[in-house]
């Protein structure tokens, strides 16, 4: 069975940056791939950031890049989306996930970090 704890969350002002942790535990963390997702209230839940399991790729939303970068140490079984220059509309409730492939479905969740970003 593989766990993922998020943590990082809070409170900043736009302009300003949190970075966010997916502690994964359980076998394999190596061979997954890891994203970030977010629901904001009374929306969706989105895609936010994607990197495969050797860390060699990425891939964000639109409304992201450049903002955002995803990154992950297969030793210590975490990974980390930094978020730069926060915007009031990147305010939501943040998910990790893992899927054992590429375009496969998300097996695994956390149950979320809150981030909110005053304007």
């Known amino acids: 069975q593989v766990q993922l704890v998020e943590s990082g969350g809070g409170l900043v002002q736009a302009g300003g940056s949190l970075r966010l942790s997916c502690a994964v535990s359980?076998?394999?963390?190596?061979?997954?791939?890891m994203g970030w997702f977010r629901q904001a209230p009374g929306k969706e839940r989105e895609f936010v950031a994607e990197?495969?399991?050797?860390?060699?790729?990425?891939y964000y939303a639109d409304t992201v890049k450049g903002r955002f970068t995803i990154s992950r140490d297969n030793a210590k079984n975490t990974v980390w989306l930094q978020m730069n220059s926060l915007k009031h509309e990147d305010t939501a409730v943040y998910y990790c996930?893992?899927?054992?492939?590429?375009?496969?479905?998300?097996?695994?969740w956390g149950r979320g970090t809150q981030v909110t970003v005053s304007s």
């Open positions: 359980g076998r394999a963390f190596s061979t997954y791939h």
């Open positions: 990197i495969t399991w050797s860390g060699g790729d990425t």
């Open positions: 996930a893992a899927r054992g492939y590429a375009a496969g479905p998300w097996d695994y």
